[in-house]
């Protein structure tokens, strides 16, 4: 056992407590809820690690920093994660209040336990471990904690290009997202981007009888489904004009990465109730990289009985994640312009919008990174979820390595949301050899 493991072993109880209190400070950024105070603790947490601490103003939730230099001439990682957390959803879908964080099982249940206040709060803690036990960190450290990723770090990009002069660092790493469900570790080098958008359409000003109206009073759920039929066809093919434009390839090295990555389709499926794969092409990891469609839901507004009526409104709740070279701007535009050309009285609105991000896997301290992560661990090129993790390779130029620390149930934004704790006191040890790592490799 090295001095690290055993700091962390040691340590627990500490470590566990530091977590719940961190949970039990709510800091929901959609609503505003406890925001002011969950800054403050933040700020607290990076100085109990020794990091010079700065609120930054960003225009809405501030972004919190922290500073240490580390030996002159070692490299400067940036942490990236995010101290906002979902809203807790319906309460009594919870087993134990979400603002109380509750151990059951070797697990502690709150919201925010695994996403994502439990995995920086690991990386937190891996900084003071190595201060602790080494006297010095092996390298220089920027902690950037996001309060808006909940809701699409919509001032991340611009604030981080505000900092860009003391963001002048060499690599950046989060740890975020719950690890791969058939092989971990996994070193995610991108995420998906996201754009995610509402299509309403209206018909008469109240529901219509069906009989009285049928074949009269055009029905806005039909048009709704006819408009979403020419975007997505049966064998999967997006078919709005232009979404892609940019798209590019992956590179040779890249395709063997996520052909190394096992999976188990089979296995897959079934832990969550399905027999059969959607209608696209290609191995699920290549479906996990490509752009893709999703209709969220869709509703006619009073459709909680069955009633014979025209509905007056229907509504779909759509997304697409992005691939690599895609752009939000230029999918927005496709969208809107393929509503106009085929349903010009249907409204769009749109919601989320995160770019996409890419590292590849021979980019600087890849290798370091992940041999830091385990002897054994692969690269993903891209994770199938979305973060704005372009405010950091394309706003300041950094290489991004991705490390999820959370269990594959984790249940984050939904009921129940938990951390097993033996992955938060790994993940403080793994952290910690992440940054050994790349001071090694600087
Ligand atoms: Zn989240």
Partial sequence: ???????VAEHGSRHERELAEWVAVPS???TGEGMAAAADHARELLVRSGLAPRVVETGGWPLVTGHAEGPAGSPHVVIYGHYDVQPAGPLEEWHSPPFEATIRDGRMYGRGTGDN?????????AVRALRDCHGELPCSVTVLLDGEEEIG????????????????ADVAVWSDGPVNAAFEPTVSLGVRG????????RGARSPLHSGNWGNVAPNPAWELVWLLSTMKGPDGRILIDG???GTVPLTAAERAALEALPVDAEQLLAGVGLDRLDHADGSVNERLAMPTLSINSLTCLDNNEHRTVIPAVAVARCDMRLACGQRTSTVVEAVRAHVARHLPQAEVQFKALMEPSRTLPDAPYAEAVLKAVGDNALFEPAMGGSLPI???????GLPCYGIPLANVDERNHAPNENFELRRFHDGIVTAAR?????GRAG
């Fill in 1 to 7: 056992m090295d001095a690290i493991e055993q700091y």
């Fill in 28 to 30: 929901v950024s959609a």
């Fill in 117 to 125: 206040k439990g995995q920086h709060l690991a990386q937190l803690l």
């Fill in 153 to 168: 770090s919509p001032n991340l990009t611009a604030t981080l290009t505000g900092l860009r002069d003391e963001l002048d």
């Fill in 194 to 201: 996201v754009v995610s958008f509402e299509i309403t359409v």
């Fill in 243 to 245: 979404y892609d434009t």
């Fill in 390 to 396: 372009a405010g950091l390779t394309e706003g300041l």
């Fill in 434 to 438: 992440v940054l050994l790592g790349i």
